[in-house]
Each structure stands twice: as structure tokens, then as C-alpha cells.
């Protein structure tokens, strides 16, 4: 069961630099949100030391939520740091949007992977967001996931018809890219 683990984390990671076909990554991002057993260390190999993997390859120093609010930390952030960070506070509506701003600031900054991962916890929390649903869409276009962005923008237009919102807002990207 530990190999398991530890081979299952190393094909995460390796699904992630390769940007993921037929939304691979994104199964296995939600399965990293949902199930921390993949950031316990659960290897008994002494040539691998006892600290668990994540905070061995982090750039952060701790996982607060105060990493979400300060730029220079956004920009060292890496895509296995976010679910350790949605651990330590979790989703809710004090700090959501902490969370939606730190994933438009990686959006910009054309870290989609993270951005997307950020994105994908606030809609599976909070499904009726429809702005976070069209970032997310964005965030997944740009990390190559172009179905599984098609997916979020109907969302997004099904949420915007639904609440009588004025369409002419919706930008033209999103027509072009689902057509």
C-alpha cells in the first residue's frame, strides 16, 4: 500500500507536467484536494527520509491562508502547496475570496495548473458561483484542458441565463471556444 501511494504521487506528478489529456489531471487534482493520504508520508524506505513529500519540495514555509494573500508567496506557489492550504483553512464564505483573488492573480500570471486547482475547490463548494465557473473555464484553456473548459463555460452561461443576467456581459471568448 505505501509503494502504491508513493506511485500513485509520481504519476499525479507526472500527469501534471504534461498537461494532462482527457481531464487526467483533473481527476487526479480533485482526488488531491479530497483525499490528503497522498500528503502523508506512508513509505517505510530508509533511502527516503521520513518528512512527507510535499513539505520537502515546497518553496513555502507554512501552508496559512496568508500565502493566498501575498503576491510574492502566489509566485512560489506550487500546484501540490494548494491542497495542504485548502487543509490547514479550509473553503467558506470569510475567506472565498481571498481564495477567487489568489487564483485570478495565478491566472494572469499564467500559472493555470494552480489556478485551476483553486478554482475547481470553489466550484465543487460553491456551484452556483458563476464568475468563478468562467475564471475556471480560463484557467483550464490555458493549462490545455480545452474540453473540461468547454464544460465550465456552458456551466457558466447555464448559471448566467438562469439568474436573468445581462448576456451582452459574457465575454466573446467564451462563444468562440465552445463553438
Not at 77 to 97: A, G, H, Y
Not at 118 to 142: N, V
Not at 149 to 163: C, H, T
Amino acid at each position: 500500500m505505501r509503494l502504491l501511494n508513493i506511485t500513485f504521487l509520481f504519476a499525479v506528478v507526472l500527469l501534471s507536467c504534461n498537461g494532462g489529456k482527457n481531464g487526467s489531471v483533473e481527476k487526479l487534482s480533485n482526488a488531491l484536494i479530497e483525499d490528503s493520504v497522498l500528503f502523508e508520508s506512508t513509505h517505510a524506505s530508509d533511502s527516503i527520509d521520513n518528512e512527507n513529500w510535499v513539505s520537502n519540495n515546497s518553496l513555502l514555509d507554512d501552508y496559512s491562508l496568508n500565502n493566498l494573500e501575498n503576491k510574492e508567496s502566489l509566485k512560489q506557489i506550487q500546484w501540490f502547496d494548494i491542497p495542504e492550504i485548502l487543509k490547514e483553512s479550509p473553503l467558506d464564505m470569510n475567506n472565498i475570496s481571498i481564495y477567487n483573488d489568489a487564483a485570478t492573480f495565478l491566472l494572469k500570471n499564467e500559472m493555470y495548473n494552480e489556478a485551476r486547482i483553486i478554482l475547481l475547490a470553489i466550484t465543487k463548494k460553491y456551484p452556483e458561483k458563476e464568475e468563478e465557473w468562467l475564471t475556471l473555464g480560463d484557467a483550464q484553456w490555458g493549462n490545455g484542458d480545452e474540453e473540461e473548459a468547454r464544460e465550465s463555460y456552458n456551466i457558466y452561461l447555464k448559471l448566467m441565463k438562469k439568474g436573468n443576467k445581462d448576456l451582452m456581459q459574457i465575454p466573446k471568448r467564451v462563444y468562440e471556444r465552445i463553438d
